[in-house]
């Protein structure tokens, strides 16, 4: 068999490690596994199921760019590069006609605003509030008892949106609480909190004017009750991703990686 | 407990050309040779001050390590010594001011006073402190927050020293700044001040006639009468009297140190890979304030010598040291605040200009004449002073001139009135000069967060 010339990206976020494997532009490999506390272990951790899952090794690795707020621990990569920029090329790579980003990740949340290369013309982001973070939205499924994957399809089942008010992890928890104390759904209450995320992250968006075609990236992504409520609170249409957007950061960074090897031949 | 430390180090290849490069001369007409400094920041102060030789990543103040440029050393040598410094001067009976409001340092300077900004005196307070690691000093940094806040008010930036003076740990004399539109916090520290313990600390407050007076005569008088005061309120302290003639000469001195800034700015924007990194460059433009060391002839020497250096490399065409070839250019707005020049230049970018104290830096005052008069015109006129609309076309122009690919505007949290201002000077400039802007709140901490980074660099990624 030839030798094949692979790239990686890997996106160490503060929730998941995500990594791509790449080679002519196609992918050839990805995993996502749960970010422990050893930053460097994550990142090897990740390329190793990576590279299991492409059926290559180290060796077949021509370039490798680290993103993610782990990149600062990266000594298996030959660049870093933010995760804003990675997230741009890889929506670009998923969905070239991207112009806006929506980027839910574990700890932040940011807007994206594309020129027609996939380049950042803009961004806004989002780390001093919980509002729309996997983190709260984990800390709501626990409190509902369910896990992460099964919040969005709850809310789809809803027959009303509650107002929920709060925002900030420790507020919204004990307002939850109140609410299933005084007998509400549960779907109706997860609903209710799609919708306060998607008003409190609407503002950041106008800041960096969505235009469409909006991509919805991160983890968050996968959770269909959080998408519809974007949609009805800004009010435009999310694209239907041909990859899964919680690897458009590890793409990106597979993207770079590879122009990036062609650059320096 | 061993010191788990990485420590810079000047490598001994580098002594030869640097003590055949010019001594230092003082306010006091004292000097120190260039071999003395080489001494002093090889032995000595590796070991008084090693939190200053942390050469980590994380240290965003380490040394530059620039080490053919001889002005680089300079300006170490004049921070280290800070302590020193203004012990002797406090032994001659020199009083020290505490200033805040943005304002040029002459009149201080020529009633016999020592001027400081919060910056300087947080300096001082931090030469105090001998023998701590890089991580001690930022936990020390951290606790003298805590004390900041509750010596004035936990609504402010907390980057104002003022805690020292309340404590007694700086001797300083005076509190005197002037009530300009840019601090929020003077009016929090004046306020607690008039409470607080340390009443033999003098008190004088610079009214500045606020918004757009620049153009009005009685303005100009007023605060010329207010300059007069305050230069009287210093007179009591050294029981001298100041003459006309004195402030002239001291506005003639502190012009050379605007004007040689103004200077090495026009070379250093020049060339499309700077001749020097970002905190070498803000090291010699900051000088020409005639604040940063406490000591303006001392500044004026480093900054004649610097000239030259910079000349000689625009010339040959050196790269500053650390820099990519054509890096993308920021400009920064706000205050009292800067991101890493090391980690902007690590992604590719440089940080080429400031609106803060170049406003000042860059006005020049008028020589001849009532120099009160001269001295209150300039002061009224300084650009960062203005309403938004003034103040943007002149950042504006700064921006065309530095040639800047980006605006980067940082505010400490509690700033109020830059934090109001930023999104609508921003505004502004983009309108102006059509270049992308990003707005970062910065909450004060010894270390810049990761976060606070991370967009920095995915600002320059994005230029
Ligand atoms: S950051 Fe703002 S409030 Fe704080 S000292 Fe500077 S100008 Fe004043």
């Known amino acids: 068999m030839s030798k094949v010339t692979a790239f990686a990206g890997v996106d160490v976020g503060s929730l998941g490690t995500k990594t791509v494997i790449m080679a002519e532009g196609e992918i050839i490999g990805s995993a996502i596994i749960r970010t422990g506390i050893n930053t460097e272990e994550n990142g090897w951790n990740g390329l190793n199921a990576a590279l299991e899952n492409a059926g290559l090794t180290r060796d077949d690795l021509a370039y490798v760019v680290a993103t993610g707020y782990g990149r600062i621990s990266a000594p298996y990569a030959n660049k870093t590069v933010t995760e804003i920029t990675c997230h741009a090329k890889g929506a670009h790579y998923i969905h070239p006609q991207t112009k806006t980003i929506i980027d839910m990740g574990g700890q932040d949340c940011k807007a994206i605003r594309l020129d027609d290369d996939g380049n950042v013309a803009d961004f806004a982001m989002n780390d001093k509030c919980a509002a729309g973070t996997g983190r709260f939205l984990e800390v709501m499924a626990n409190v509902f008892k369910v896990s992460l994957d099964e919040l969005g399809p709850l809310s789809l089942s809803a027959t009303e949106v509650l107002p929920v008010s709060s925002t900030c992890t420790v507020f919204a928890e004990s307002e939850t609480v109140s609410l299933l104390a005084r007998g509400e759904k549960p779907e109706n209450i997860i609903v209710g909190i799609h919708h306060a995320i998607s008003k409190r992250v609407g503002g950041m968006f106008s800041r960096v004017g969505v235009q469409n075609d909006v991509f919805f990236s991160g983890g968050v992504a996968k959770n269909v009750g959080m998408r519809k409520a974007l949609e009805e609170a800004l009010q435009i249409k999310i694209v239907e991703p041909r990859k899964d957007p919680q690897l458009a950061g590890a793409i990106g960074a597979a993207v770079i990686a590879e122009s990036a090897w062609k650059r320096g031949r | ?463």
């Open chain 2, 1 to 463: 407990m061993a010191i788990n430390q990485d420590l810079f180090h000047y490598p001994e290849a580098a002594k030869e050309l640097f003590i055949r490069t010019e001594d230092i001369t003082f306010r006091d007409g004292t000097r120190v040779s260039a071999e003395e400094i080489w001494e002093f920041l090889t032995k000595e102060a590796p070991v008084r001050f090693p939190h200053a030789f942390d050469n980590g990543r994380y240290n965003r103040n380490r040394i530059s390590g620039d080490i053919a440029l001889p002005y680089s050393l300079k300006d170490e040598y004049l921070s280290l010594t800070f302590n020193d410094r203004m012990l002797k001067a406090k032994q001659k009976g020199i009083p020290v001011a505490f200033v805040q409001g943005g304002q040029c340092v002459d009149p201080y300077y020529a009633a016999g006073a020592i001027a400081l900004r919060p910056a300087s005196v947080n300096q001082w307070a931090a030469c105090q402190r001998e023998g701590v690691t890089f991580t001690q000093a930022q936990v020390l940094r951290e606790d003298d927050k805590e004390r900041a806040s509750q010596s004035i008010s936990f609504e402010v930036c907390n980057t104002a020293g003022y805690e020292y003076i309340q404590e007694g740990s700086l001797p300083v004399d005076m509190i005197a700044p002037y009530s300009c539109l840019r601090c929020s916090d003077v009016s929090y520290s004046l306020e607690a001040h008039r409470h607080g313990k340390r009443q033999d600390v003098k008190l004088f407050l610079g009214d500045f006639p606020m918004a757009d007076q620049k153009n009005k005569e009685w303005a100009v008088e007023y605060f010329a009468e207010n300059i007069k005061r305050l230069i009287r309120s210093i007179d009591e302290l050294t029981g001298r009297e100041t003459t006309e003639e004195d402030l002239r000469k001291e506005i003639i001195l502190h012009n050379e140190g605007r004007r040689l800034s103004r200077e090495i700015a026009e070379l250093w924007w020049a060339p499309d890979t700077p001749p020097t990194n970002g905190k070498d460059r803000r090291a010699i433009l900051q000088m020409g304030g005639m604040e940063v060391h406490g000591d303006p002839e001392a500044s004026l020497c480093v900054l004649r010598e610097g000239k030259r250096f910079i000349e000689e490399r625009v010339r040959k065409g050196v790269k500053g040291h650390g820099l990519i070839d054509k890096p993308a250019r920021i400009f920064l707005c706000g205050s009292c605040v800067f991101p890493s020049d090391y980690r902007i230049e690590e992604g590719g970018g440089v940080i080429v200009g400031t609106d803060n104290h170049w406003s000042n830096i860059s006005t020049l005052v008028e020589e001849t004449g009532d120099p009160y008069y001269n001295l209150a015109k300039a002061t009224l006129s300084y650009p960062y002073e203005q309403n938004v609309y003034e103040r943007a076309k002149w950042t504006a122009e700064q921006i065309r001139k530095s040639r800047a690919d980006g605006v980067l505007f940082m505010y400490n949290w509690g700033c109020n009135t830059q934090s109001a201002m930023a999104r609508m000077l921003c505004d502004e400039i983009k309108k102006l000069v059509n270049v992308p802007t990003l707005i970062i709140e910065h909450e004060f901490q010894a270390s810049q967060s990761e976060q606070l980074l991370n967009r920095v660099s995915a600002f320059v990624e994005m230029l």
